[in-house]
């Protein structure tokens, strides 16, 4: 079935629409270089699969604590003020305008992330973009992570809308790979990729960025 326009759509957090900038600098403080963040972040990400692989589950801050565990001599406690900068993130600029154009259209936009309750709330705050979401979902609530199918359905659930009328937006291509194999539609575009993964189901949507990734949406056909 060719993809329809969605009646939701549903945005990554983590890059994807908030800015990691504040836990970069959270590192640098406490000496640490500031390129580290990236490896971090994708050793976090390998702990939560990891355990969603082998059926078993842990908090993204767990994740993300024993990432840095790994990578640092940090403290505990230095480690949880590091933890902590993920609620002072805020939009990439480019948000609201994507984010506005949705809500004008009459689609409903809503987030979808596997971190911490509360980080995606925070930044939509800061970033004076609240009130265009409808909604703030993360799996923690079920104890999964994505790119497993049950996340992206449960998301459809809640939203009560056919997978295939939910579309994901993101910016990691297992992410949107994740979203396709649960029969959602899905767009992706750069932010620290450069490349949609080729080994990878081919996304529904490949953008520029993220404004080419709204636009490509909301012109696909309404059934």
């Given at each position: 079935?060719?993809?329809?326009?969605?009646?939701?759509?549903?945005?990554?957090?983590?890059?994807?629409?908030?800015?990691?900038?504040?836990?970069?600098?959270?590192?640098?403080?406490?000496?640490?270089?500031?390129?580290?963040?990236?490896?971090?972040?994708?050793?976090?990400?390998?702990?939560?699969?990891?355990?969603?692989?082998?059926?078993?589950?842990?908090?993204?801050?767990?994740?993300?604590?024993?990432?840095?565990?790994?990578?640092?001599?940090?403290?505990?406690?230095?480690?949880?003020?590091?933890?902590?900068?993920?609620?002072?993130?805020?939009?990439?600029?480019?948000?609201?305008?994507?984010?506005?154009?949705?809500?004008?259209?009459?689609?409903?936009?809503?987030?979808?992330?596997?971190?911490?309750?509360?980080?995606?709330?925070?930044?939509?705050?800061?970033?004076?973009?609240?009130?265009?979401?409808?909604?703030?979902?993360?799996?923690?609530?079920?104890?999964?992570?994505?790119?497993?199918?049950?996340?992206?359905?449960?998301?459809?659930?809640?939203?009560?809308?056919?997978?295939?009328?939910?579309?994901?937006?993101?910016?990691?291509?297992?992410?949107?790979?994740?979203?396709?194999?649960?029969?959602?539609?899905?767009?992706?575009?750069?932010?620290?990729?450069r490349v949609y993964p080729a080994v990878y189901d081919p996304a529904a949507i490949?953008?520029?960025?993220?404004?080419?990734?709204?636009?490509?949406?909301?012109?696909?056909?309404?059934?």
């Amino acid at each position: 079935m060719s993809a329809r326009r969605p009646q939701v759509v549903a945005f990554d957090v983590n890059e994807t629409l908030l800015d990691l900038g504040p836990v970069r600098a959270a590192l640098v403080e406490l000496g640490q270089p500031a390129d580290l963040l990236p490896a971090v972040f994708a050793r976090t990400l390998l702990t939560g699969f990891a355990a969603a692989a082998t059926g078993t589950w842990c908090r993204f801050r767990d994740a993300f604590d024993a990432a840095l565990a790994q990578a640092t001599d940090l403290g505990e406690d230095e480690r949880s003020e590091v933890a902590g900068a993920f609620f002072e993130l805020a939009p990439h600029p480019d948000v609201e305008p994507a984010l506005r154009r949705l809500v004008e259209a009459g689609v409903r936009v809503v987030t979808l992330t596997h971190g911490s309750p509360g980080v995606a709330e925070a930044g939509l705050e800061r970033g004076g973009v609240a009130p265009l979401v409808e909604r703030s979902l993360s799996s923690e609530v079920i104890r999964a992570w994505k790119p497993t199918r049950e996340v992206y359905l449960w998301a459809a659930g809640v939203c009560d809308v056919e997978p295939s009328r939910l579309a994901l937006v993101a910016s990691h291509g297992w992410d949107v790979h994740g979203a396709l194999r649960a029969g959602l539609t899905a767009a992706w575009f750069p932010r620290a990729e450069r490349v949609y993964p080729a080994v990878y189901d081919p996304a529904a949507i490949v953008a520029g960025d993220l404004a080419g990734a709204v636009d490509a949406l909301l012109a696909l056909p309404a059934e």
